[in-house]
């Protein structure tokens, strides 16, 4: 087996965000990570919407990113810590749209370890150094400068080690133009590594120390050193330094150290003031619970500068502090606002805040004010005795603040993000689709949603308004070639035409000069201010002053086909003749002497636009009955004369000459592209060499059942093309490249661009007698998402055989159950005690639950209706139980009668792994499966992790064990149990008598049941260890399944030993075996093995195209969706190989990461192709790309379509 | 060990324990190879986003807590050492 894999659904987690003006214009962009990604956004200050720049993978993991700026540019740079050993600094060039690598500097080994630097970055404000540092031991410092000809230098590293020291955060000092200092948070471990007792240990100092970088002797000193509080975790930069002009102070420099429940402000030689972190005053909050900042930003005005810090509860403070001159005089902090909890905060001088979730969408806020005036308490320093350092061990006391809705920022855009993807599944439950739908279980805690995904683009409709007649076309046109929107709109029924103006309202118009009693064939503004309209008999061109020139069909003849284009005008005749007709400069329209005859019906025609500066366009596509195509010529030299024909396997219904910009073909210019639709729904798409006429790399593509209609549009200023079958699709040019997406709306029949004040760049179709108005707002998203929101993290859902319903687990820990916060909340009452209700009414999806202790638990089991796409009903779980695992199970005792059985467990704690009881939880369907009834629970004792239908019983992991249960009438009984498992059972699988176990931390093991002698017996392992997460049967003998790692692999079962297994009617053979390498007496062969970067929390083996080939679908934690696609040829297989490896010498990392060792991280990649590195060849420059080609003995164009052909047969994508 | 390595080795090693920490020797006890172990799990947990957050979620804090629980936690993740027999 050898496998493609490709990535349908990038990752959508951020990581690390920073911002700058990255491009040196005046707007400020910014820079986002995905882990393996890099993005750039741009956000509209007048719209406050984000729109991606860029976005490129990197073959690596990116650990860290800043952004610097030398002294006296306009421009960001971007510096990457990632697991390549090697520090890159990366610009960013806005004429080529793309990152290029400045400098790369190798430091260490690769991967991501101890004393590797890479984990933190730390920036000098001014841009002149940066210090790199590893968790542990390991800081570099590069100096950065510019040489002669200002460009960017780097320095060898300089060395800031400090053995036996845990780095907890570093980040660089604002100290103005004096030499570099950065502070570093470390712990010292090597005295309470020795001290048996255990005193050394409590008595270990969290250390700030400052290091200097000094310029004049290129060295890095250690210049301060002091204990600071031993819960801090987090250091913000402070500003400082004085302005050049005058002496005036920035700020006091230093930093703020954001410990547990506290801020200390901190500098050499200064007095310390300290500040509480408010909290929220719950009635359930346990008040010895710490609180600490997870994420900061500072942001400096004019003369002024704040800090926004977020705590883990999501709630924004905002830090001031007042100085006089450098001498801080109050540190002050006040609650702002609450958002999602962050991985990085970003403020963007234009007022926005964009706050990259950790899980879940993210979002830009637009800040309404500063919170400077308004009722919320503010807590200053001042007021604590020696400004709050009285006794720097003992806590503040609490400081409170009441949680509100938004007050100072506005929400002003959201990035959908899968992030992260607990569980998923792969149907198609839609009526009248034909491909299926990703159905993921996403998010955390309560802004979990469940989400129904779909391939294409969302359609946004603006009017929809039902006609008199059924039309069978639809134009809108312009009056004049100057104007800038669209006045007309022309329906053609079949005996009639229709003219509407459009204006404040749209209505019927008589005086167009049009020909209303006939149907229309084509509608065209032509020349500068007259207008044309083709019907069966004849050609009128309307001019401006309302007069008509009509030319008339030759009798017993009909015009069956039109084409035309602002200067020219092509028909097709009844008699297979074709009739030319082109402006000439006095605006009028002239026949061609000769009529060119065909020799066959003519059912299509088509001319491109007139190109800029030019009189005509010198190629007509003709598609006629006898199953061609012919290109035939326009050119005064050669008029009407044929120059190249394509043969077709079916006659045409609809051709389309266009040129759009595909930078995989042609990176400066448009390329001429001529559609062929078909009438058994096949798209072909040939490109025309616009010297001589011929027709090369023909691509295809099947669309839909019916006849296709193509229809030339405008998107985003370019022309695209609306492509109509029985699934409307849109061939769009975005960021260079051409994508060709399904629409996601009702199937049109005919379809026109429409351009209005209201809808620039809409489009007006017709599905029956309805006339719809819609736009395409969100181009490049693929992936239709609609989302339904859960209370908690969703864990595992499961469909159900005969109906519709999903039923989805969710959990949460460090929750408290609804119960039980009714009975703390009684007894709370009943004590006399004030329950602040307010509080409790505050919504749970904005401000998250009260965080309750370890082993708290809320739980429930959902019931959805993914059509309606609806919650239709809700158990929630009591007695602190919480769910990990459900199946439907049809139970022979019962006759087959369908159960739903949940393993829950209660009072779980995570690490030690334990619980006070473990159950099955048996339920019957009520009401069509809208209801669920408890028949009965059983006990057990562990944790239940895995459990699926097998053989019309139970097979479940109860902690270790795997056990076999039938159903009884108190509870379900135990029948048999294999208990040699290392470590807990976290997947199953089953096909036959065959169980393949997903063991936490040894791989997958094959097990089978031997129904005579009652016996479960395992029978073949893996080799190797391996931290299982996911896994699902390929066929009888394999098993594709993925790691904690990110990695993906595929074992297989030698079919002998399976065939003697199965042979084997009591399993004595297997049980009388000899273990092999202390496991069982057979193993499996690793087949396949690839490092996604990504967690990979579920695998299918799924079709994702009707009638298509079955690929392994795999979702991420971190929001990816791909595919591995099973080669079905030897000859592919060498072929995309020898790419890859052109490709890996070719596309180097940005990060600096060798391709072959990031996909072979934990072990070498294993007959696994990477598609997406494969698939930027298209990027790459002509001449690389015809080297490449000319190695493989191909042509570029063959290479291209190879690649667009194992995309598009695999997924559809 | 090569012939040219032999001599000069010892002299070296003890150069190439203070720069490769966490690297094995001879002498070392179970204690310190645990902890090491550790040091360097938490190390790579930390230093790979997807796994920080499978942990996050299962555990029900932020991001932020978890790496800060699990910085603190390199300081002695499996407890003082045990006291030495000889004194």
């Not at chain 1, 002149?128 to 230098?153: C, H």
């Not at chain 1, 798409?685 to 209609?709: C, E, Y």
């Not at chain 1, 009668?897 to 159950?919: I, Q």
Request: charged letters at 20%; a negative charge.
């Amino acid at each position: 087996m050898h496998l493609y894999n490709l990535t349908l659904q990038p990752p959508t987690a951020v990581t690390q965000a920073v911002v700058g003006n990255f491009s040196g214009a005046r707007t400020q962009e910014i820079i986002i990570s995905h882990g393996t990604r890099l993005e750039l956004l741009r956000p509209d200050v007048q719209t406050g919407k984000l729109s991606t720049v860029i976005t490129t993978d990197v073959f690596g993991s990116i650990r860290s990113l800043a952004a610097f700026r030398l002294t006296g540019s306009t421009k960001d740079y971007a510096i990457l810590g990632s697991d390549s050993g090697r520090i890159v600094i990366l610009d960013y060039d806005p004429k080529t749209t793309s990152f290029v690598k400045l400098h790369q500097e190798t430091f260490g080994k690769s991967g991501a370890r101890r004393i590797v630097p890479g984990q933190y970055l730390a920036t000098d404000p001014k841009g002149r150094s940066v210090m790199i540092a590893a968790v542990e031991k390991a800081k570099l410092v590069y100096i950065l400068n510019r040489d002669a000809a200002s460009n960017l230098t780097i320095s060898s590293p300089l060395e800031a080690h400090k053995n036996n020291a845990i780095i907890h955060n570093v980040v660089g000092l604002d100290v103005g133009f004096e030499n570099p200092l950065f502070a570093a948070l470390e712990v010292d471990y090597s005295e309470s590594d020795q001290d048996p007792t255990g005193e050394a240990f409590n008595a270990a100092d969290k250390m700030l120390t400052y290091y200097e970088l000094d310029l004049g002797l290129n060295h890095v000193v250690r210049k301060w050193s002091e204990p600071t509080d031993p819960r801090a975790n987090l250091l913000v930069q402070v500003p400082g330094g004085q302005v050049a002009s005058s002496d005036r102070f920035d700020g006091p420099s230093g930093v703020l150290v954001c410990c547990e429940d506290h801020i200390i402000y901190r500098h050499m030689d200064r007095p310390q003031h300290r500040v509480p972190i408010p909290r929220r005053k719950h009635p359930l909050e346990d008040p010895s619970r710490g609180i600490i900042i997870v994420a900061a930003v500072m942001h400096k005005m004019k003369g002024a500068f704040f800090f926004l810090l977020q705590s883990e509860d999501g709630d924004l403070f905002k830090v001031t502090i007042d100085h006089e001159e450098d001498e801080v005089k109050a540190l002050k902090i006040k609650y702002f606002d609450t958002v999602p909890v962050a991985s990085n905060l970003c403020i963007l001088k234009s007022g926005f805040l964009f706050v990259a979730a950790e899980f879940g969408n993210h979002h830009l806020y637009q800040f309404q004010k500063l919170g400077d005036d308004d009722e919320e308490p503010e807590f200053s320093s001042t007021s604590y005795p020696a400004l709050g350092m009285a006794n720097p061990t003992a806590p503040l006391l609490h400081a409170h603040f009441r949680p509100r809705a938004l007050e100072n920022l506005a929400l002003a855009d959201e990035l959908e993000s899968l992030d992260p993807i607990m569980d998923s599944k792969v149907m198609n439950v839609l009526p009248n689709s034909d491909t299926p739908q990703i159905f993921a279980a996403c998010g955390r805690g309560s802004r979990s949603t469940f989400r129904m995904l779909r391939h294409g683009l969302d359609v946004e409709e603006s009017v929809s308004s039902e006609l008199p007649g059924i039309p069978n076309a639809v134009w809108t046109t312009k009056q004049r070639e100057s104007d800038e929107f669209d006045s007309y709109i022309i329906l053609s029924f079949v005996n009639g035409t229709l003219v509407l103006s459009i204006g404040e309202t749209i209505e019927e118009v008589q005086d167009t000069g049009f020909l209303s009693s006939a149907p229309t064939l084509a509608v065209q503004q032509i020349g500068a201010d007259a207008l044309l309209q083709v019907h069966p008999h004849g050609i009128r061109h309307v001019l401006a002053d309302r007069r008509v020139n009509e030319w008339r069909v030759p009798d017993r003849r009909t015009i069956v086909a039109a084409t035309t284009n602002k200067r020219q005008v092509v028909v097709a005749l009844s008699s297979a003749e074709l009739v030319y007709f082109e402006l000439d400069l006095d605006g009028q329209l002239n026949e061609y002497q000769d009529r060119k005859a065909m020799g066959s019906t003519v059912l299509a025609l088509s001319v491109a636009e007139v190109p800029e500066g030019r009189q005509r366009t010198p190629y007509l596509a003709v598609g006629c009955e006898d199953q061609t195509v012919r290109i035939i010529s326009l050119d005064p030299e050669s008029t009407l004369e044929t120059i190249s024909l394509q043969a077709l396997t079916a006659p045409p219904s609809s051709i389309c000459i266009t040129d759009m910009l595909d930078a995989s073909i042609n990176k400066a210019q448009p390329t001429m592209f001529v559609n062929i639709g078909l009438q058994n729904g096949v798209l072909l798409r040939t490109v025309l060499d616009p010297i001589n006429g011929q027709l090369t790399d023909t691509r295809t593509r099947f669309l839909g059942t019916r006849p296709i209609k193509l229809l030339r549009v405008q998107i985003q200023q370019s022309p695209a093309i609306l492509a109509l079958s029985s699934r409307s699709w849109l061939n769009y040019t975005h960021q260079n490249l051409m994508h060709f997406t399904p629409l996601i709306f009702e199937n049109l029949d005919y379809a026109w661009s429409f351009s209005a004040e209201l809808s620039p760049e809409g489009f007006i179709g017709i599905t029956g007698s309805m006339l719809r108005i819609f736009q395409i707002p969100k181009l490049g998203m693929k992936l239709k998402q609609d989302a339904i929101p859960l209370s908690c993290t969703p864990r595992k859902f499961i469909s159900h055989p005969t109906n519709r319903f999903l039923y989805l687990i969710e959990g949460d820990h460090r929750v408290l159950s609804e119960d039980a916060i009714n009975r703390q909340l009684a007894q709370l009452r009943q004590a006399g005690k004030s329950v602040d209700e307010e509080m409790l009414q505050l919504p749970s999806e904005v401000f998250g639950r009260v965080k309750a202790l370890a082993g708290t638990w809320a739980s429930a089991i959902r019931i959805i209706d993914p059509v309606e796409a609806k919650t239709v009903g809700i158990v929630h779980l009591d007695n602190n139980e919480a769910a990990f695992c459900l199946a439907v199970v049809p139970f022979a005792a019962r006759g087959g009668e369908l159960h739903l059985v949940v393993g829950t467990a209660s009072d779980t704690l995570l690490a030690p792994r334990s619980c006070t009881s473990g159950f099955l939880r048996t339920y019957t369907f009520t009401q069509d499966g809208t209801g669920l009834e408890l028949l009965h629970k059983t006990e057990l004792d562990d944790v239940p992790l895995a459990m699926i239908a097998f053989q019309g019983r139970l097979v479940a992991g109860v902690g270790k064990a795997l056990r076999v249960y039938e159903m009884g009438t108190k509870k379900l009984l135990r029948k048999v149990e294999n208990k040699t498992f290392s470590s807990p059972i976290v997947t199953l699988n089953t096909q036959g008598s065959r169980i393949l176990v997903g063991d936490m931390q040894d791989s997958i093991f094959y097990a089978v049941y031997k129904a005579p002698e009652n016996r479960l017996l395992i029978f073949a392992d893996d080799m190797q260890p391996r931290w299982t997460v996911a896994a699902t049967m390929i066929d009888y003998c394999t098993v594709a399944a993925s790691d904690r790692f990110g990695n993906i692999f595929v074992n297989r079962l030698d079919q002998k030993v399976s065939d003697q297994v199965d042979d084997d009617p009591t399993g004595a053979g297997i049980l009388h075996e000899k273990g092999q390498l202390m496991g069982a007496p057979h193993k499996t062969k690793m087949l396949c093995h690839f490092h996604i970067g990504d967690l990979v929390t579920s695998i299918h083996k799924v079709s994702l195209v009707a009638g298509g080939r079955e690929v392994l679908l795999y979702t991420g934690i971190h929001g990816t969706i791909g595919v591995l696609v099973p080669f079905v040829s030897k000859e592919d297989v060498d072929f995309i190989s020898t790419l890859e490896q052109h490709m890996r010498t070719e596309q180097i990392s940005l990060v600096g990461r060798d391709h072959l060792a990031w996909r072979g991280y934990y072990a070498p990649v294993k007959a696994v192709v990477d598609g997406d590195l494969c698939e930027t060849y298209a990027r790459l420059p002509a001449s690389k790309q015809s080297s490449i080609a000319g190695e493989l003995d191909r042509t570029v164009g063959e290479v291209l379509k190879k690649l667009e052909q194992l995309r598009i047969t695999a997924s559809g994508f | 060990m090569s012939s040219e390595l032999r001599y000069t080795a010892n002299t070296q090693l003890e150069h190439l324990h203070a720069r490769y920490t966490g690297t094995g020797h001879a002498d070392l006890t179970k204690y310190e190879w645990i902890t090491h172990q550790h040091r360097d799990s938490l190390a790579s947990i930390m230093g790979h986003p997807p796994l920080l957050s499978y942990l996050a979620i299962a555990d029900g804090e932020a991001m932020g807590r978890v790496r800060f629980e699990m910085t603190e936690r390199m300081l002695q993740p499996c407890g003082p050492p045990p006291r030495k027999d000889d004194d």
